[in-house]
């Protein structure tokens, strides 16, 4: 008898976690379309969202403008006191947000900084700022926990960051000091790697299975491959280095005729400069760039573009991607001139790898790392939505 017990226990938690999980993908699916999805009856489905609902994590509305005989199936959307807390450590600035389920940033702030801090300073500053947008939510506020992404090298099973050097961190051990400081439960993961999930999940490459995103940030360019609808992380979570692959750049009068590794040859503070800018969020940089009418400021981008193009091609040629999804400025040059960008790429890859591989820029904008880091905390509570719930509060 205890052993059946336990089983049903086991089922109920499983299908919580199905439905859960259905909620916050989709954002908003009727109850009918859950019975569907899960292949559970009516009553079942309507049992489990009840014991989510009680615990805040969904919410019941009725459809809005249904008209017709019968009553319409209620809709089961993400509670909007169900939230995470996101931070995003970079050379110029920490930034910190409130981001609910379904990958909505509600609110956020940027810190500026004057140079990089070490990891002790940012955990303080860090858990200041966490403590400031906590105040702002409601006392029946349901925190899943905190998820930070860094720009490095980050081990997936405790977030030890092994090296992240524009910050100068070696073996810091940012998740640790993030829970004692905060007293929440805190995750951390390469940036990059985020934003490939964020996009996978939410943005251009919802639906994809195979492809490879591209982040370009004040602390250089880093990446993330989702294979087979799955993130590939590697046997310690360090995949996706692409910044520090070695490029040579395309022959031509005003490129150099070898470069270093990408990041260094493919880089913000080099667009920065020309622009005549000392910072910018990325928001800013992007418009400075589309709106110049420096050849300098052109013929940069030319150049960045052509040795990303090299980057490209040895990704798609050895990944096979149906997606590259390009994220921070890296999206920003590749909209000052598509067209280059794609006929490098074309030129230079095997036709057969090619043929079936688009181009995009990310299509969540500045909120992308933030959605990413969300999903460190999201995902726990996704798996066990009772235990974790249960221990979450303001």
Known sequence: MNNRGTNLDTVRRYNLSRILGLV??????SRSTLTRETGLNRSTVAALVGELAALRLVVEVEPAGVRGVGRPSPIVCPHPDCVAIAVNPEQDAITVGIVRMHGQVVSQVRHELEEPLGVDETVRVTAGLVADLRAQLPASAVIAGIGAAVPGLVRMRDGLVRLAPHLAWVDAPVAMLLAQATGLPC?????????????????AGRDVNDLIYLNGGPSGIGGGVIANGMPLGGVGGYAGEFGHNLVTAPDGPDQPSAGGALEDEVNRGRLLELLGLKSADPVELERALLHSDDPAVRREVSRQLGILSIALRNAINVLNPELVVLGGFLGSIHAVDEELLEQLVAGQTLAASYEDVRIVRATLGPDLLLIGAAELAFEPLIADPARVAMGAGA
Request: no cysteine; hydrophobic share 50%.
């Open 24 to 29: 916050h993908h989709s954002g908003a699916v």
């Open 187 to 203: 995750f951390a993961a390469n940036d990059a790697s985020l934003g490939a999930l964020a996009e996978h999940i939410f943005g």
